[in-house]
């Protein structure tokens, strides 16, 4: 099963509106990373936080992690339509070698 | 600097026959993610190798699909006696420390369509 969930699946918001993802995942991490991927490309890495840290920020983005719920969310701010894309989590397990993915949050930014 | 280089990008088989995709990381870095994707669906773990090495290979079926990093050359992902269920799309990733610590840089993905 994946270690990752995202919530929601899918989302649809108007340019300029913010969208938030949340990820839940089950077991202890090293790391949590979030990725895109927009339709038929490879997936680019966005912002990873380590199991340390609580809250990451960048551009326009923003990561928080709370270790206690084992869960994340991101923060995409001030969305635009390029914004559209399919978003991961992906958790690095402590002394493990796999990267685990979710299942992805479809998100839509209309114009 | 070249990212992950994945080819072929699309791949057509009939039932039965091999599909051979190949994958070179970016340029230093020893650790290769094999991952498979289906419409619609997140990445499948399948297959970590290092160099000569398969270090974990836990979700890749055990019958018909093997990898190979060998020393020179590209990470092979092989699939023998493809059936239709195999058609998805293939990414492989590269990490320069295994990816506890870091990124994983995707390729662009193989496409394979088994008719």
């Known amino acids: 099963s994946q270690q990752g969930e995202e919530d929601p699946q899918a989302l649809s918001i108007q340019e300029g509106e913010n969208a938030t993802m949340n990820c839940s995942y089950k077991?202890?991490?090293?790391?949590l990373q979030w990725y895109r991927q927009n339709s038929g490309r490879g997936l680019v890495h966005l912002i990873l936080?380590?199991?340390?840290?609580r809250e990451k920020h960048s551009g326009r983005l923003r990561v928080t992690l709370d270790t206690s719920k084992k869960s994340s969310s991101l923060l995409i701010t001030a969305s635009r339509a390029a914004d559209t894309a399919s978003y991961f989590c992906?958790?690095?397990?402590?002394?493990?070698?796999?990267?685990?993915f979710g299942a992805g949050t479809r998100l839509f930014v209309k114009a | 600097n070249a990212g992950v280089m994945q080819n072929p990008r699309h791949l057509v088989r009939r039932r039965g026959q091999e599909a051979r995709l190949r994958c070179s990381p970016v340029?230093?870095?020893?650790?290769v993610y094999w991952y498979r994707q289906l419409p619609e669906e997140g990445l499948k773990f399948m297959v970590y190798?290092?160099?000569?090495?398969?270090?974990?290979e836990s979700g890749m079926p055990k019958e018909r699909f093997s990898a190979e990093f060998p020393k020179e050359g590209p990470s092979i992902l092989r699939i023998q006696q493809v059936v239709r269920g195999d058609s998805a799309a293939y990414f492989c990733?590269?990490?320069?420390?295994?990816?506890?610590?870091?990124?994983?840089?995707f390729g662009e993905g193989s496409r394979l369509t088994v008719l």
């Open positions: 190798l290092q160099k000569e090495n398969i270090i974990d």
């Open positions: 077991t202890s991490i090293n790391n």
């Open positions: 340029k230093g870095h020893s650790h």
């Open positions: 992906a958790t690095g397990n402590t002394g493990g070698f796999k990267t685990i």
């Open positions: 936080i380590r199991s340390n840290e």
């Open positions: 990733a590269s990490s320069p420390d295994g990816g506890t610590t870091g990124e994983l840089f």
